[in-house]
């Protein structure tokens, strides 16, 4: 049972928006782009686990993707957690790419390619260290103890894994994909004693949705860029183009030629991503690149929810919902 889906993370679609609205030649295009691409490879590796998860038996495992709890001040973050009536797995994903070589003595995992060495944290340390916090939560919640397991997977098929000494301890924390259901089926067969009743799993499974936060990401302040820099104006949803034109009730894009009715809306969830949550009608105008007369009718058609008077009038944009209304068509 799949109890939190896994989601494209805020961070990636916000960097994906910024780099639609900033110029080619932005002394920081470089560093959003190398950014962004460290994002996607990690959301790669991640999905990764969906097809071998999948030959899990639904009822047995309730599986929860990118959970973001808080423990004390500080927040933790869960790539996948795997829930049974005897046991909990904490999953932590790597899907970096060349020789990876695990040094337990220094806490560190060094990354090896033809251009480059890079040295990130230890993840066995980092997942161990969520099942500590874990493991405080669901005691807090008068949860009964019951025993956690960590693993890291890697899911690049381009890494070699090698390490700078011989030791079961890494064997036992450090796998590759294809192997993760045998393992799932190893703990299972060695956790044989029934802690969480169902009653108790339906009590997790809403304390762990209930307690899971957003991460917030604002771009424009991570990377110290003002809203000036940005580029305004409706852009194509097949390449990217700004901006379209509008003609006759449609968008044309003038760079590929598609045409659109409702284009307008991926760019104002652009702005919702960028800029903020709320708008004027003036700024539609301005943002967009319309008459006074248009930008009305199409937050009218969107069915936005107004805020305030008349005069200092704002209009809420809901990003879900007009996520909906895009897979949906749903607007006149």
Request: hydrophobic share 35%.
């Amino acid at each position: 049972m799949i109890a939190k889906p896994r989601k494209i993370p805020v961070h990636i679609v916000k960097l994906e928006a910024l780099l639609r609205r900033i110029p080619s030649h932005h002394p920081k295009r470089p560093q959003i782009e190398a950014d962004l691409a460290k994002r996607r490879a990690g959301y790669k590796g991640e999905s990764a686990l969906d097809y071998h998860l999948s030959f899990l038996p639904q009822k047995e495992y309730v599986i929860f993707h990118d959970l973001r709890l808080q423990s004390g001040e500080y927040f933790f973050q869960i790539d996948t957690l795997i829930l049974t009536s005897n046991y909990i797995l904490l999953i932590e994903v790597k899907h970096l790419f060349g020789t990876l070589t695990f040094e337990p003595e220094f806490q560190q995992l060094v990354r090896s390619t033809v251009d480059a060495e890079d040295v990130f944290p230890d993840p066995i340390i980092q997942v161990k260290r969520q099942a500590s916090q874990l493991q405080k939560l669901l005691k807090d919640h008068k949860f009964p103890e019951a025993p956690i397991e960590t693993l890291v997977v890697i899911t690049n098929v381009l890494s070699r894994i090698t390490t700078s000494q011989t030791t079961d301890y890494l064997r036992r924390y450090i796998i590759r994909d294809t192997v993760l259901v045998n393992r799932i089926q190893r703990f299972t067969f060695q956790h044989s004693t029934p802690i969480y009743p169902p009653k108790l799993i339906k009590k997790a499974i809403r304390i762990l949705n209930k307690s899971h936060t957003e991460a917030r990401f604002d771009p424009l302040s991570a990377y110290d860029l003002h809203q000036n820099e940005l580029i305004e104006g409706t852009h194509c949803p097949r390449c990217n183009k700004i901006p379209m034109r509008r003609l006759h009730g449609k968008w044309l894009c003038t760079f590929c030629y598609h045409q659109s009715k409702i284009a307008h809306i991926e760019s104002l969830i652009d702005y919702a991503h960028l800029i903020g949550k709320t708008i004027t009608n003036k700024k539609v105008c301005d943002y967009l690149k319309v008459e006074r007369d248009v930008a009305r009718r199409m937050l009218k058609s969107l069915e936005v929810m107004e805020v305030g008077n008349t005069k200092g009038r704002e209009y809420m944009i809901e990003v879900e919902k007009l996520v909906e209304k895009l897979e949906k068509k749903d607007i006149d």
